[in-house]
Nanobody, 119 residues
Framework: QVQLVESGGGLVQAGGSLRLTCASS????????MGWFRQAPGKEREFVAS????????SYVDSVKGRFTISRDNAKNTVSLQMNSLKPEDTAVYYC????????????WGQGTQVTVSS
C-alpha cells in the first residue's frame, strides 16, 4: 500500500502562485510514476501533470503548460506541483496519484487539496 497526503492548497488571487506537495509513505516511492489530477465542481476529474519514477520525463495538460511544473524528490518521498500565473479556471480539488512501473493506471490516490483562484 501507498499512502499519499497532499498539502499546500488555498485561496489565491488570479496571477498568483501556489506550490502543492504530496508526501508518500508505504512502499518504495521511487518505484512509482506520479501524477497530479484535478476536479472542478460539476466536472470530471482531469489529468494535470505527471512525472516518471526517475524524473526523466514529464507531461502536462495543454492548459497548464508553461505555468505549472511538476517535480519529485525521491529521497524525501515527495512530489510537488509549482503553479504560477494561476487563473480562476484552475480552481479545483487537486489530487496526487501513484502508478506502479508498468501499470496501466493509477493505483493510489490522496484525499485532495482545494485550490481556489479568485478573479
Amino acid at each position: 500500500q501507498v499512502q499519499l497526503v497532499e498539502s499546500g492548497g488555498g485561496l489565491v488571487q488570479a496571477g498568483g502562485s501556489l506550490r502543492l506537495t504530496c508526501a508518500s509513505s508505504g512502499r518504495t516511492f521511487s518505484n512509482y510514476n506520479m501524477g497530479w489530477f484535478r476536479q472542478a465542481p460539476g466536472k470530471e476529474r482531469e489529468f494535470v501533470a505527471s512525472i516518471t519514477w526517475s524524473s526523466g520525463f514529464t507531461s502536462y495538460v495543454d492548459s497548464v503548460k508553461g505555468r505549472f511544473t511538476i517535480s519529485r524528490d525521491n529521497a524525501k518521498n515527495t512530489v510537488s506541483l509549482q503553479m504560477n500565473s494561476l487563473k480562476p479556471e484552475d480552481t479545483a480539488v487537486y489530487y496526487c496519484a501513484a502508478r506502479g512501473r508498468g501499470r496501466p493506471s493509477y493505483d493510489y490516490w490522496g484525499q485532495g487539496t482545494q485550490v481556489t483562484v479568485s478573479s
